[in-house]
């Protein structure tokens, strides 16, 4: 499989320094980092500036230049896709993936008519704070994690909200998540426990 990484920062925080360390370290042959021509000039700059290693500035000097990116218009977004979508296709990739969580929720609008399957890694924090209790699923814990954290009633169901539509919206993205959802968070604590639990020798009736 060739994964294609669209990678559009507009700095280079510690995310993205992420990004490219493990971009460093897949085989050069099975992906292909694209990058808007501007962004691309801007990262090499700021890489530099804060020192990264040589290694890692070459995976930013090596990227494939896209148009340059110039607004932030959800259409403008949506528009821009299709040619990081045809890049993509035309460079032999077999999977599209968007590394840094800012993206917004119209840039995956329409992704389902994409020649190449979209990925996302999703590395946001709880719209509600740190994951402060276990009790409960879904909305009710939710609710009661804002609460722990200070976080009033109303403006956690507007959180939940427009969590719930950002997934919809992005319905059939292959969605790679860290903490951007509780009832992530939860399965994820369920397959830890499995693990747990298998690796525990059986002990001898």
Known sequence: MKVAIYFAPSFLGGGEVRTLEVTSRFPRDRYVLLMPRNLKAKALNDARRLGLREDLINVLRDAHELDDYISRDPLYSIIYRRRVERAAERLGADLLYAP????????????????????????????????????????????????????????????YVRLALNSRAALGVLDLPCSVGIDTVRAQQGRDKDRRDRAQPRQRR
């Open 100 to 159: 840094v969580g800012a993206l917004k929720t119209g840039f995956f609008v329409g992704h389902g008519t994409s020649p190449v399957r979209w990925a996302r890694l999703l590395q946001a924090s709880l719209p509600v704070g740190s994951l402060v209790t276990e009790e409960g699923d879904g909305l009710r814990l939710f609710l009661k994690v804002a609460a722990l954290n200070g976080i009033d009633a109303a403006t956690a169901l507007g959180r």
